[in-house]
């Protein structure tokens, strides 16, 4: 289960090197099977790549997109994830919406958990999931010193998240590392602690996410550090 860094020369190429990505992740997929199921991260940085894949041509009704986590705020909050993603990239697009399956946070953490469950039983594995970095190393909303959920359920309630609100749905380590590739989205000079943790081999929360084929990192040289 390898590591794979992928340096960014800037920021033309970092984001040429992700859309590559996910083109190549999507053609591999919708050639042996009827859809392509991804997984979307939060965030600043990968909200670059989403705007940039909403100018770009894609079979987007063969799509399923899921989300890796999702805050406990009330359905459509500029706070949330799924709205982030909306405004940049799937509301520009005609991907049907039955075929984006939001996680419903707004119910709380433990029902909004137990609703992502059913609506993921039997859904098979992600053929993309995309993933953020924090400053702390958490990916998703699994954080420090929590339960990263390397066994048991998909989904996670979470009531006591490190930065606010506490209160939020997760997919699992072990949910979100069923998938054919992984794909971490890192970006800018306060990653680099976390960065240099993850290849020491600390147990930073990123590190619990180990599909079998591994994952692959793109980041850019001022989180990775070191002249690569």
């Given amino acids: 289960m390898p590591t794979r860094w992928h340096v960014a020369q800037d920021e033309g190429d970092w984001l040429a090197r992700a859309l590559a990505y996910v083109g190549a992740a999507e053609a591999g997929a919708l050639a042996g099977q009827a859809d392509f199921a991804v997984c979307l991260a939060g965030g600043t940085t990968p909200e670059r790549l989403y705007r940039a894949l ?15 986590d999702e805050r406990c705020l009330p359905a459509g909050h500029p706070g949330r994830n799924a709205t982030l993603a909306e405004a940049a990239w799937l509301g520009r697009v005609a991907i049907p919406a039955a075929n984006v399956h939001p996680i419903p946070a707004e119910l709380g953490a433990r029902a909004g958990a137990e609703a992502y469950g059913r609506a993921l039983a039997g859904s098979g594995d992600f053929d993309l999931v995309l993933l953020g970095l924090g400053e702390d190393g958490h990916t998703a909303s699994l954080f420090p010193g929590r339960d990263r959920g390397e066994a048991g359920p998909d989904v996670l309630a979470v009531y006591d998240a490190a930065k606010p609100p506490p209160e939020r749905v997760s997919l699992s380590a072990r949910r979100l590392s069923a998938a054919r590739r992984v794909l971490f989205l890192v970006a800018g000079a306060g990653k680099r602690e976390a960065v240099a943790a993850w290849r020491r081999g600390e147990t930073i929360p990123a590190a619990a996410i180990r599909p079998a084929a591994g994952v692959d990192v793109l980041i850019d040289q001022s989180a990775y550090g070191e002249q690569a």
């Fill in 54 to 68: 909403a100018e770009e041509p894609h079979d987007w009704g063969r799509w399923q997109v899921w989300y890796g």
